[in-house]
């Protein structure tokens, strides 16, 4: 019997079945670099640095893969690394974490917040976040089963009625969060406005929870940039708060090295047991001469320390001739982001919304940027975009030169 006809008595099978994320795309981040990239357009869209890493640390990756530290690690994360984390975070931050029990090495901040989420958020439990918020947060809640509460940031206007700066809503806070929240999601520096939570806010926040199960998962992957003097403020320096936190962490952002994926989280014995049976099944091990390269490296403090003073230069440069557009910029204390509001350029292209103005900008000037509604699931209109300026002298001058014409 010829091929054909035995093929055409098997019948077709196109499974279908119900999407976990009916209405998730793709990242925006994603999205705005490939129409950048399409367009050859600068993209100052999606965070990570466009210059290279420390020679000195690629020198130590290869020197683990030369010593043959090629196998699986412990699934934890190797010793060198989770001591050396732990230590940081006793040094800055003054919490002592147990290294064996209270750290695990991640693929990543994002790995690491899906997990913890996986890991403590049974159906129907409800989670607060607070929008805009990276676009992760939502689909892991989702797919744990969990109930998203959003609360908005205050976005606070001046007298020409454009964006300022932005304030924690404690009002809404206050009425969202019950003996019931399951877990709070906080992020500082705060992607994509740039804020920063002070010691009260972290006060704030225990008083709200102090009677309460309730767990927070703090991501604090931008940690080391901070500006003009303002400390970072870590759930590990919060004594009270840390006994029920998750701390999030991210080497891809601490040493431009977004692409290895490798972050951390630490967070008290019983809930980094919950974590652990968790990741061993979804990730298993990151990977190994990484971890020794990023543990001889994290060896020497200035590696981080330097990094206020390194990203507050190129915020500054950026921000310079910025000001000379018609953009009016909202404070940046941290972050590698600068927020704009474009509802005053000198275009008609005002009237369009975030996401079509970042594309415009995308395609007409040159320019990629990352409208602030895509970290909403209902977009809010604030007329306010996102640049990243984690880039070189020349890519920053050559974007304001684009930019220059608003
Ligand atoms: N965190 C980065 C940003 O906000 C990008 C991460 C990603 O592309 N998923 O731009």
Redesign the pocket.
């Known amino acids: 019997m010829p091929q054909t006809s035995l093929m055409t008595q098997i019948p077709s099978l196109s499974p279908t079945f119900p999407s976990l994320l009916p209405k998730v795309g793709t990242?925006v981040?994603?999205v705005m670099s490939a129409l950048a990239t399409q367009h050859k357009a600068i993209n100052l869209?999606?965070?990570?640095p466009d210059f290279p890493c420390d020679r000195d640390l690629i020198g130590h990756v290869n020197q683990a893969m030369l010593n043959d530290l090629n196998q699986y690690p412990p699934m934890i994360g190797i010793p060198e690394l989770r001591n050396g984390i732990a230590e940081k975070i006793k040094q800055l931050y003054g919490h002592q974490y147990d290294a064996d029990a209270e750290i695990t090495v991640t693929a990543g901040g994002?790995q690491g917040i899906l997990t913890a989420i996986l890991c403590c958020v049974s159906p129907g439990d409800e989670v607060v976040i607070i929008e805009p918020a990276?676009d992760?947060y939502r689909p892991s809640i989702e797919l744990a089963g969990g109930k998203v509460i959003a609360v908005s940031l205050q976005a606070m206007r001046d007298n020409e009625n454009q964006v300022s700066s932005y304030e924690i809503p404690w009002d809404q806070l206050e009425k969202v969060i019950h003996s019931n929240t399951r877990l709070i999601m906080i992020n500082t520096p705060h992607?994509?406005t740039g804020m920063v939570w002070k010691k009260s806010d972290l006060d704030k926040l225990a008083k709200l929870v102090r009677n309460t199960n309730t767990l927070i998962l703090s991501d604090e992957v931008y940690e080391h940039m901070v500006y003009d003097g303002v400390m970072h403020e870590s759930i590990a320096s919060h004594p009270e708060l840390v006994n029920r936190s998750f701390l999030i962490s991210s080497f891809g952002k601490t040493y431009h090295v977004?692409g290895w994926k490798v972050g951390y989280i630490a967070a008290p014995v019983a809930m980094m047991k919950e974590f652990r049976k968790v990741h061993q099944f979804n990730v298993f091990t990151v990977n190994t001469p990484m971890q020794y390269g990023l543990a001889k490296y994290l060896e020497e403090p200035n590696h981080y320390l330097k990094l206020p003073d390194f990203y507050q230069a190129k915020r500054d440069f950026f921000k310079s001739s910025l000001a000379k557009t018609g953009f009016k910029l909202l404070p940046t204390p941290g972050t590698y982001f600068q927020c704009v509001d474009y509802s005053k350029i000198k275009s008609p292209q005002i009237k369009l919304n975030e996401a079509d103005f970042c594309k415009w900008l995308t395609t007409e000037i040159g320019v990629a940027a990352?409208p602030v509604s895509a970290f909403y699931e209902t977009p809010i209109e604030s007329g306010v975009i996102r640049f990243?300026f984690a880039k070189k002298e020349q890519t920053l001058t050559d974007a304001l030169q684009r930019l220059e014409q608003l």
């Open positions: 990242t981040f994603t869209g999606q965070g990570f994002t990276y992760s992607n994509p977004t990352i990243c």
